[in-house]
């Protein structure tokens, strides 16, 4: 005797269980999360935003790198430099304009911030390159690195 056959009369039989990780599992809610796990990769590492555009626009990423080359060169202190944004690149008819490239120098007491841009032609050679720098004294209490507060005596 099996045991559908000692079903007590009477009784209606269960249905099977039915699985959720068999056949009929919908991949959409891991593919809408996947692509949001992406994309916030995406936005916070500016890292993953060279290589992506190195895969989808490679004369730009080279154009882009050759000004930040450029940028990290011309600095005082090369070896005490860090990018603090690392651009964009726009084309042009004979190339690419590089901007929004900053990078934070060491200086004596704070850091000194210097703005350049680039032009590039299509061949990877800088044409010209403007630089701007600027300087922010650090604030008064090391803790304290937020905007000032209005009523607040500093």
């Not at 000692?6 to 991949?27: E, F, I, N, Q």
């Not at 000004?67 to 005490?80: E, I």
Request: proline letters at 10%; a positive charge.
């Amino acid at each position: 005797m099996t045991s559908d056959d000692r079903t007590p009369p009477g009784l209606a039989r269960r249905a099977k269980p039915v699985s959720r990780t068999g056949k009929g599992r919908s991949p959409a809610p891991l593919l809408i999360i996947g692509a949001f796990v992406l994309a916030a990769v995406y936005l916070a590492s500016p890292r993953v935003q060279i290589a992506v555009e190195s895969f989808l626009r490679p004369e730009a990423a080279r154009a882009r790198q050759g000004c930040l080359d450029a940028a990290q060169s011309q600095p005082n202190t090369p070896g005490f430099t860090r990018f603090l944004r690392y651009g964009k690149a726009h084309a042009t008819p004979q190339g690419f304009y590089v901007d929004d490239v900053v990078i934070g120098e060491m200086s004596e007491g704070f850091e000194t911030e210097l703005e350049f841009t680039c032009y590039i032609d299509r061949k990877g050679t800088i044409v010209g390159t403007a630089r701007r720098a600027w300087s922010r004294p650090p604030p008064e209490d090391p803790r304290d690195d937020t905007f000032p507060v209005p009523g607040k005596a500093h």
